[in-house]
């Protein structure tokens, strides 16, 4: 009888590919009775979608991605059914060809969370924690993690972290400081989700200078 702990830190769309395969080897992996798993699965934002693809974004946000090229599942996963979770374009009703808003690709990962959850081998439990993880240190015989004031003891971690955020680089410093000198607003590549666009009243004198 033993008790594994593993936690996935970061539970956008690789973390919850790593949480699929993972459920797939533990469901055929042979195990011993009273042999238990626990995931304990960490995204600040939100499970499945999380911080690139929010469900809260507005509906204008559209993916560079047709849903027909989006999935999360793989070959032989019973647990996320191919008529339903196929692809995206199935999931949501859409064509394969159609570039889908940000936030239903958000939706589509966040049930695939929750499907994934539900249908977890008996003695796996997933357990998902919706703070940020601010530690991480080798502990004798593991790993010790905070997040949201708690500290949690773990035998192994997955760091699917994605895209952090960085401190602006000398170029982009250069533009804040021309944007004060000149009474102009420089918003700093990032997430469109993120950018205070509302701030920027129309009219000509905003340009963007935007990439990616
Ligand atoms: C601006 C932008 C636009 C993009 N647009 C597209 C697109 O249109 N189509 C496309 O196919 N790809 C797009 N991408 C690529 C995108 O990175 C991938 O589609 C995908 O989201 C990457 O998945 P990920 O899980 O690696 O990272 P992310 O999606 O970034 O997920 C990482 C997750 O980790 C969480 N996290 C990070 N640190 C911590 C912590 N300390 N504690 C707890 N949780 C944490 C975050 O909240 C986040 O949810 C875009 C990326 C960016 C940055």
Redesign the pocket.
């Known amino acids: 009888m033993s008790e594994r702990v593993i936690a996935v830190?970061?539970?956008?769309?690789?973390?919850l590919s790593v949480l699929e395969r993972l459920l797939v080897r533990l469901r055929d992996t042979p195990h011993r009775d009273g042999d238990e798993v626990t995931i304990w699965a960490?995204?600040?934002?939100g499970h499945g979608g999380?911080?690139?693809?929010r469900v809260d974004q507005p509906s204008w946000l559209s993916?560079?991605?047709t849903a027909g090229e989006?999935t999360m599942r793989s070959p032989g996963n019973d647990g996320l059914p191919a008529h339903r979770y196929g692809t995206m374009a199935r999931w949501a009703g859409l064509e394969p060809g159609a570039y889908p808003a940000?936030r239903l690709y958000g939706q589509y990962l966040a049930d695939v969370f929750r499907a994934l959850c539900a249908t977890a081998p008996p003695h796996v439990r997933v357990r998902p924690v919706r703070?940020?993880?601010?530690g991480l240190t080798r502990v004798p015989g593991g790993l010790r993690l905070v997040?949201g004031g708690r500290a949690y003891r773990v035998d192994k971690a997955v760091l699917?972290?994605?895209?952090?955020s960085v401190e602006p680089d000398e170029e982009q410093l250069s533009w804040l400081r021309h944007a004060d000198e000149h009474g102009l607003r420089y918003v700093p590549p990032?997430?469109?989700a993120e950018m205070p666009l509302d701030d920027l009243p129309p009219g000509p004198r905003w340009r963007c200078a935007a990439s990616?």
């Open positions: 830190i970061g539970v956008g769309p690789r973390g960490f995204d600040a934002v999380g911080r690139v693809w993916a560079n991605t989006s940000r703070a940020e993880v601010t997040a699917t972290t994605g895209h952090g990032g997430l469109a990616g």
